[in-house]
């Protein structure tokens, strides 16, 4: 029923993990092998979050939390080629890749609008962008579907800013470079957060099209 939606609905307890999970994520994890390279890049990403907010809200250490953003964005890229290099994707990989994607996301602008790198606004409408996602989720769950896909958007998104955030946090500084990074770290953001947006919009839609078809169904039947 949720082949045109891009979103699939398995039957049974699990329905709303997909049937690329069988009978649940966490059973696909405990099945899993865990300590696979793809999965500890990504282990490693996750730890440098506190670490990439403490240099950057506690001792300022601008360069330094800059080193710990480059660093997360090469792992990011990595973890996903070296998955299919090595035929080592998982059920733990595809859950924790894009919730650290989205946690280095949210937590570095909101360290930013602390700092005054960025408006309080933009970090409100991101925020916003998540919490009506996660609504949509939950409405998606009691459906009966599964999660979608990951839209090609979303990762044009995610790495864009990933990139623009090196980028403001070098214009901070007071050098010739710094200059440079200031219009290339605003514009990679613009794009950035234009695309998250957009991708979120898509999500909406793609989730509003899967209910759709779930309460026309009844009435289909009923009309055969």
Known sequence: MGGDTGIARPSGAEA???????????????RDRLLTVPNLLSLL???GVPLFLWLLLGPQYDMLALLVLVV??????LDGKIARWLNQSSALGALLDPSVDRLYILSTLIAFMIRGIVPWWLVAVLVAREIVLVGALL????????????????KAATFTLLYAFPLLLLAEGDSAFAAVASPFGLAFTAWGCLLYL??????????GGAIRRVRRAPMERAAS
């Not at 997360?72 to 890229?77: A, L, N, R």
């Not at 957009?198 to 989730?207: D, E, P, R, V």
């Open 198 to 207: 957009w991708s979120g919009a898509l999500y909406l839609i793609q989730f």
């Open 16 to 30: 709303f993990l997909g049937p690329e999970f069988g009978d649940g994520i966490w059973n696909a994890i405990r």
């Open 45 to 47: 990403r996750l730890v």
């Open 139 to 154: 409405m998606l769950r009691h459906n009966g579907f599964g999660p979608p896909q990951v839209h090609y958007l979303g």
């Open 72 to 77: 997360s964005g090469i792992t990011d890229w």
